[in-house]
């Protein structure tokens, strides 16, 4: 990874990141709380507090380049054995990435256990699932003032554009109108949209108005009721749960497959739904679209308000990023958040990401922040210029691989291997463009929009069970992607 190296001086970034001295000392613990910042946001929050806040950094090396294969060690400090072996194997990669994207380097992970502290402290004091974390903690956590909300993401720091404008409208509504309006709450969107960021928003306001909140990853909320099953305290989850003012659940994509906590929640959700108690859910696909959830589940996420999150236009990134410099409290000119935003137009995650990079890269390397570093430091995120994928030349390639005609995947015949290519070009159409159910529907012989989310929903599960049907599935996507 040549990136930062060509744009800095290796001396001037050596010498900050090298800890021989106490002024470098801070530069390494700098990083490392930016890398938490951003962890923290990436994380659920308990799992953050249970296992990264607790992390220390010893120090970032720089290996003389081609010597390995990494060329940035970075040693972290685990107060304990039974932390460090649990962070090797979930977290490992994610903390890698965070380090990555900061530095512009690949980065090897290392991690020593804290001298300080006795290499077996107490290991049991150490939550040992996020299960543990909410039930060593009971009714606390309900009571806790932060209800797991994250305090830092608030309607006012959330910027308004045409990709989420009804979705904030909706959310601002609920906000004022717990349980009396819009109930339930479904927003969904992409990665890195803004849907746990709004959440968030409303359950920030609500508290202020003194309501009780909770907000939960659907991770979060299967181990807890799974938890309470076992313990035989099923009673407690209840009233729990009652108590509350607003239930947020983030990510109910997670909760698929999970029989016995459908059951469960589906009596939760009706319960607090009857008590006009509001809840939001948050997940990457609408209602009608998720795998694995129960239809009367799917019926009951949709009978309220559904709303989504599309990917910022260029404007709103600009304003996002003057948004997020400001909190950052670093001087941003237009110019240069001009740059970032031709630069990064996915998600807003990977904007901030790019500001963030952009930021320890000025700092590191002693350099003003204007457009000459960020043409170089954004050089990296080289964007794939994406080929235009059309409807049609999806059909092309997905006719070539199955041997039918183009008249046969836009018509009515029916035969399976017919059937089947006209399911895995819909498929391919809904995720690599950007049409709507009902037009993809239109490229294919005016087909009903139900019809291509079957095709959808067909596909994601035959290719999730059968191993040579996803092989074939991502071969022709690559063709098309090229
Ligand atoms: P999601 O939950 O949809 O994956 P998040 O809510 O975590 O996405 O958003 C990713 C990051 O982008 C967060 O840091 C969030 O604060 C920021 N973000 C997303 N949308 C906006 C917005 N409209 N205004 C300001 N920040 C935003
Ligand atoms: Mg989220």
Not at 239 to 245: F, G, I, V
Not at 257 to 276: A, I, P
Not at 358 to 365: D, G, K, P
Request: with cysteine; aromatic share 6%.
């Amino acid at each position: 990874m040549q990136r930062i190296e060509s744009l800095i001086e290796k001396d001037a970034l050596g010498a900050s990141l090298l800890s021989k001295n106490t002024e470098n000392k801070i530069d390494h613990e700098k990083i490392w709380s930016q890398g938490q910042d951003i962890l923290a946001k990436t994380l659920d929050s308990q799992v953050y507090k249970a296992w990264i806040k607790p992390l220390d950094i010893k120090s970032i090396h720089l290996s003389p380049s081609n010597e390995k294969d990494f060329d940035t060690e970075v040693t972290l400090l685990a107060p304990n054995k039974f932390t460090r072996e649990h962070i090797l194997k979930n977290y490992s990669k994610l903390i890698s990435d965070t380090f990555n994207d900061l530095l512009g380097r690949r980065a090897s992970l290392k991690f020593n256990i804290s001298e300080n502290r006795l290499p077996s402290s107490r290991p049991t004091t150490i939550p040992q699932k996020k299960s543990e974390v909410l039930l060593e903690r009971g009714q606390k956590t309900l009571t806790a003032p932060e209800g797991n909300l994250n305090p830092g993401l608030n309607f006012s720091n959330f910027v308004i554009g045409s990709c989420n404008q009804f979705a904030h409208a909706a959310s601002l509504q609920v906000s004022e109108n717990l349980g009396r309006q819009y109930n339930p709450l479904f927003i969904y969107g992409g990665v890195g949209l803004g849907k746990t960021h709004l959440a968030n928003s409303v359950g920030n306001a609500s508290r202020r108005r003194n309501k009780k909140v909770l907000l939960v990853s659907s991770e979060l909320f299967v181990s807890e009721l799974i938890s309470s099953l076992r313990s035989n305290s099923m009673s407690n989850f209840k009233a729990k749960y009652r108590s509350l003012d607003l239930l947020i659940i983030d990510d109910i994509q997670f909760l698929d497959g999970k029989e016995r906590t459908q059951e469960e929640f589906f009596h939760t959700f009706n319960e607090l739904h009857q008590k006009n108690k509001q809840i939001i859910l948050t997940s990457d696909k609408v209602p009608q679209e998720l795998l694995g959830i129960e239809e009367r589940l799917k019926t009951r996420f949709a009978s309220g308000l559904t709303c989504d999150l599309q990917a910022p236009d260029f404007e709103t990134r600009v304003a996002i990023l003057c948004k997020k410099a400001e909190a950052k409290q670093i001087l941003l000119s237009e110019e240069v958040a001009s740059i970032i935003a031709e630069t990064v137009s996915t998600n807003v995650r990977e904007l901030e990401g790019a500001l963030n990079r952009l930021i320890a890269t000025s700092e590191l390397a002693k350099r003003k922040l204007d457009e000459k570093l960020a043409k170089e430091v954004l050089l990296s995120f080289s964007p794939r210029k994406a080929k235009e994928i059309t409807a049609e030349g999806i059909q092309r390639a997905v006719i070539e691989v199955y041997n039918v005609s183009l008249s046969d995947l836009v018509g009515k015949r029916r035969t399976q291997n017919i059937a089947f290519a006209r399911q895995v070009a819909m498929y391919l159409s809904r995720k690599l463009t950007s049409y709507s159910y009902p037009e993809i529907g239109a490229f294919f012989g005016g087909r009903d929009h139900s019809t291509v989310i079957h095709a959808v929903k067909t596909i994601e599960e035959k290719s999730s069970k059968d191993s040579s049907i996803k092989e074939i599935v991502a071969k022709i996507e690559a063709s098309i992607c090229g």
